[in-house]
């Protein structure tokens, strides 16, 4: 069921994103060659315990780790380890907050050190994707305009659009209604209404869309090895222009432009 947020509710998620936005600024400040994603696991953890508030993905139905460390090839839910960090690789950071009962996700890809060209342009392109994706998330348009923004953008670029995992609902659960993906025809699924709240999370790679699931039952990779970048917010759905919760101040309509 698909809930809307009464303006209480909105001002919970509000101060949530807030502190998640606080929160992946600093870790991207400390990416760099020679830097663990243990340690960005480690001082993700610290600082939003240390704003009262609770990393959501740690524990969620086992997961280990408080962000997902998700490098070059990989989509979605790596594992932090020890191994450090190289010049040239890219960098998915992936994570969640509860604050006070209301939760908020975001996503962002950085570039480790110089990177190649179609890397730097592939980490854009994605942040693009998302742009044109969540500028879609006003009231009357529907699901499905969402995803055929961001699809038509990243083919035209001549990207693969990762098919197997799409963005969702969040309010007081990580994951609620309705799924969000990242592709399909415009004019389908629900009509959007003003207090829907979304985490919209573009998947996006260099080569084919096709993914693989390792051992440990959590990560994905691109099944041809390609690059693949990575770029999620929590976005409030209005009358008029949506409000990137995790984001604040930031603009969907200049940024789609």
């Not at 101060?15 to 991207?28: D, M, P, Q």
């Not at 524990?59 to 070059?72: K, M, N, Q, R």
């Not at 790596?78 to 996503?107: H, M, N, P, Y």
């Not at 083919?155 to 309010?171: F, M, N, S, T």
Request: proline share 4%.
């Amino acid at each position: 069921m698909i809930t809307i947020k009464s303006a209480g509710q909105i001002e919970k998620m509000r101060k949530a994103g807030a502190l998640l936005c606080e929160v992946l600024t600093r870790l991207r400040e400390e990416i760099c060659p020679g830097v663990t994603t243990r340690h960005l696991d480690h001082l993700a953890e610290k600082l939003i315990r240390d704003a009262g508030a609770i990393p959501s993905f740690k524990g969620f139905e086992g997961f280990p780790f408080s962000i997902c460390a998700s490098v070059d090839d990989q989509v979605v839910h790596g594992f932090a380890t020890d191994e450090k960090l190289r010049e040239g690789q890219i960098l998915s950071v992936d994570c969640g907050v509860v604050l006070d009962g209301w939760q908020s996700d975001s996503a962002f890809t950085a570039m480790v050190g110089s990177v190649r060209p179609e890397a730097r342009k592939l980490i854009a392109d994605t942040q693009k994707c998302f742009w044109l994706g969540a500028n879609k998330a006003r009231a009357g348009n529907r699901l499905g305009d969402i995803g055929n923004a961001i699809q038509t953008y990243a083919e035209k670029q001549g990207y693969g659009v990762i098919r197997d995992l799409c963005g969702h609902g969040i309010g007081q659960a990580m994951h609620e209604d309705p799924s969000v993906p990242n592709y399909g025809p415009p004019g389908r699924g629900v009509r959007l209404q003003a207090g829907m709240t979304l985490a919209i999370e573009p998947m996006i790679a260099l080569g084919d869309w096709k993914v693989y699931l390792y051992d440990n039952d959590w990560t994905v990779a691109t099944r041809d090895g390609s690059l693949c970048a990575h770029y999620e917010h929590t976005v409030l759905v209005t009358d008029g222009e949506p409000e990137i919760l995790s984001f604040p101040g930031k603009s969907a309509a200049e940024e789609a432009r």
